[in-house]
T-cell receptor
Framework: GEDVEQSLFLSVREGDSSVINCTYT??????LYWYKQEPGAGLQLLTY?????DMKQDQRLTVLLNKKDKHLSLRIADTQTGDSAIYFC???????????FGSGTRLLVRP | DTAVSQTPKYLVTQMGNDKSIKCEQN?????MYWYKQDSKKFLKIMFS???????INETVPNRFSPKSPDKAHLNLHINSLELGDSAVYFC?????????????FGPGTRLTVL
């Protein structure tokens, strides 16, 4: 079955860049997503990338996709305390209705 | 103007009881989902309905029964609740399945079984 892994925890100082990593085993996914979950809230879609792209930039967010290594990353520039949350990568697309989520990375931004 | 709403937000109940969680979306989406998030924040899909038809049914005990009276609603009924059912249950919807699969999530229902 599909396996999507993330590191559990990341701590950065306010103003620094954050890089959250995700590795996966199933290469058939056509869309790769990043979701953000703030405490006590549901998941919010941040950005996504098509599997035929290597990079996507959206304001402070940069997504990098290395298909050969099956590695996805999310870079947050100028990280703010409001960015503190859990970040999930998710794989989906093709003929499947399912999203397969990673285990989530808890980002803590220190003032 | 809530997009995906769930009721109740919190649910505390005794083992062995039967309970229901309701979900409604006003986005005009065709597909709705139920996810379970455990205490370690691991998120796993349980069910999905497309146009009131069940399309995903993961390995979930028979005690869990989804019901979709119409495209905008997907309810989850749980019989004979067990301690291990304690989790946060998220409803989600998407315009359709397949490649364009941006899912919009509800705020979650925190179920605690005592």
């Amino acid at each position: 079955g599909e396996d999507v892994e993330q590191s559990l925890f990341l701590s950065v100082r306010e103003g620094d860049s954050s890089v959250i990593n995700c590795t996966y085993t199933d290469s058939s996914s056509t869309y790769l997503y990043w979701y953000k979950q703030e405490p006590g809230a549901g998941l919010q879609l941040l950005t996504y990338i098509f599997s035929n792209m290597d990079m996507k930039q959206d304001q402070r967010l940069t997504v990098l996709l290395n298909k050969k290594d099956k590695h996805l990353s999310l870079r947050i520039a100028d990280t703010q305390t409001g960015d503190s949350a859990i970040y999930f990568c998710a794989l989906g697309g093709g003929s499947s209705y399912k999203l397969i989520f990673g285990s989530g990375t808890r980002l803590l931004v220190r003032p | 103007d809530t997009a995906v709403s769930q009721t109740p937000k919190y649910l505390v109940t005794q083992m062995g009881n039967d309970k229901s969680i309701k979900c409604e979306q006003n986005l005009g989406h065709d597909t709705m989902y139920w996810y379970k998030q455990d205490s370690k924040k691991f998120l796993k899909i349980m069910f999905s309905y497309n146009n009131k038809e069940l399309i995903i049914n993961e390995t979930v005990p028979n005690r869990f029964s989804p019901k979709s009276p119409d495209k905008a609603h997907l309810n989850l009924h749980i019989n004979s609740l067990e301690l291990g059912d304690s989790a946060v249950y998220f409803c989600a919807s998407s315009r359709t399945g397949g490649s364009d699969n941006e899912q919009f999530f509800g705020p979650g229902t925190r179920l605690t079984v005592l």
